[in-house]
């Protein structure tokens, strides 16, 4: 049974791969005045216990962290980056009387590209980075792994770009990040499953992410017609952290929508934001 809804609607955040809840700390900021908001986090990023089970971890397992916070709400709107965004999309699916609207952006659901017949080599690039990523790790070298993976997402540079003490976090979570790659690979979850979702949905990419973030959402565009698509300017794939503020004026205004705000309250409840 559901417990009482709280006065303010509920928001639950999923961040990125490598990242933590603190990925999300202005938006919760800017969203507290007008809702609850809980930042779940995956295993093995910041306080959550790495995944230690004998069995493989899933999208399901990761989506079964945020199902208490939403059930102590009587449900919520689902925001999600990334590996977030696949598992907000996975949570949707499987908890659909809880979630009363996800947005995902970029979500990397790596099965709906691996029998993709439009661009292949997409997938194989993916599969391609994860075995060299494992074969650093193998190595004992995280730090390598932890390149390889911010250099693919971000671009060549990126990760020398980064200060020691973040690429120090960064390489620490390899080991968890690379189990998040094997929940992608073996989701079951297909693009028929996404378009049974009745909930209201944004999707969001930027317009200078990478190529597989980009079909990703192409074939998600296909699966949800009704839903909000909207392409951020000059927004890589790590958008909402490099470009929080205009990422977090877009999706104020979605969730403001959802509470039936106005036109107008919408518009200036975003300025403020």
Partial sequence: ????????????LL?????SARQWDQLAGMLRPHFHVRAIEF?????????CSEAPLTLADEATLAVSALEEAGGGHVVGHSFGGAVALKLATMYPGLVQSV???EPVLFRLVLDDAV????????????GSMREHLANGNSHSAAQVFVDFWSGAGAWNSLPA????????RMHSVM????ALFDEPLQQVDVAR???PAMLVSGSRTVEVARRIVEVLRAALPAAEHEVLHGMGHMGPITHAVQFNQRLVRFLHAQQGFSTSEVEALSKAA
């Fill in 1 to 12: 049974m559901y417990l009482i809804k709280p006065q303010k609607p509920a928001v639950v």
């Fill in 15 to 19: 961040h990125s791969s490598a990242s």
């Fill in 43 to 51: 295993h093995g990023h910041g306080e959550q216990p790495a995944w």
């Fill in 103 to 105: 947005v995902a952006y």
């Fill in 119 to 130: 661009d292949p080599s997409l997938a194989q690039e993916v599969i391609a980075i994860a």
């Fill in 165 to 172: 003490a973040k690429q120090a976090l960064i390489a620490a």
């Fill in 179 to 182: 189990q998040h790659f094997g």
């Fill in 197 to 199: 979702l009745g909930m």
